[in-house]
């Protein structure tokens, strides 16, 4: 089995949320359709949102797509994205970019385990981890 890939949906801000996770993650979006290039029906108002795209940055990899109109979805407090960091800058520099408009649960910090660790939900309610090990002495 290879890597699961999370899938995230948003109420219709989908490529806003893409533009901004390229910032963060220095990444790009791979594939991107909008249901307005589907061969489905949609509604006028919904042909530029996004029916599913693709993400990347370095080995991250997660894809997304705007929930269907009149199914809005609502953030949940069950699962959360775990990134795991080579460098302190490398994860510095993520939570700080990903910290705009989030609500930040736990600061980062080193911790008892040997790790700088930290944690917040971003401004699209995506809980979001980063860990970054320090080598062993």
């Known amino acids: 089995m290879q890597a699961i890939v999370p899938y995230m949906t948003f109420n219709g801000n989908a490529k806003e949320a893409l533009a901004f996770y390229a910032k963060a993650f220095n ?26 795209a693709t993400f990347q940055a370095g080995d991250l990899t997660f894809m ?47 911790t008892f385990w040997g790790a700088k660790f930290g944690m917040l939900v971003d401004k699209y309610g995506i809980n979001w981890m980063f860990n970054h090990d320090y080598a062993k002495k």
């Open 27 to 52: 990444g790009k979006v791979l594939f991107q359709q909008t249901f307005g290039e589907s061969p489905m029906d949609s509604r006028p108002d919904y042909k530029d949102k996004i029916m599913h």
């Open 64 to 110: 997304v797509s705007d929930c269907m109109p009149d199914q809005p979805v609502g953030g949940g407090t069950n699962t959360s994205l775990s990134m795991n960091f080579e460098t302190v800058d490398a994860i510095d520099k993520t939570f700080a970019a990903l910290s705009e408009g989030a609500t930040i649960t736990m600061p980062l910090q080193d």
